[in-house]
């Protein structure tokens, strides 16, 4: 059974840093992108960032460069999310996701979602 479960969510104030984390099973974790979207209320969901399957490339939204960070250990599947400095508008419903292209057809697995509040 494929699960991706995210934790490291909550309540912080503008400036502050959490640390989100999603643990993957049922699945082989080191031959997928990993990447972590987002959806604020009456929003799309969007894409945040991504990590390469060994984690040798990392690509980030502009609103987020330079503030996280998206890290892997292959080890633990588990995929990370370093937020620093964060602002009211990162505010949103933060989701892992796991990709990759079987035979010309794109797989995908999701989590369920951890909620990051940014207010003073």
């Known amino acids: 059974q494929v699960q991706l479960v995210e934790s490291g969510g909550g309540l912080v104030q503008p400036g502050g840093s959490l640390r989100l984390s999603c643990e993957a099973s049922?699945?082989?974790?080191?031959?997928?992108?990993m990447s972590w979207y987002r959806q604020a209320p009456g929003k799309e969901r969007e894409l945040v960032a991504v990590?390469?399957?060994?984690?040798?490339?990392?690509n980030y939204a502009d609103s987020v460069k330079g503030r996280f960070t998206i890290s892997r250990d292959n080890a633990k599947n588990t995929v990370y999310l370093q937020m620093n400095s964060l602002k009211p508008e990162d505010t949103a419903v933060y989701y892992c996701n796991a990709h990759k292209l079987l035979l010309l057809k794109s797989v995908d697995y999701w989590g369920q979602g951890t909620q990051v509040t940014v207010s003073s």
């Open positions: 990590i390469t399957k060994v984690g040798g490339s990392t």
């Open positions: 049922g699945f082989t974790f080191s031959t997928y992108a």
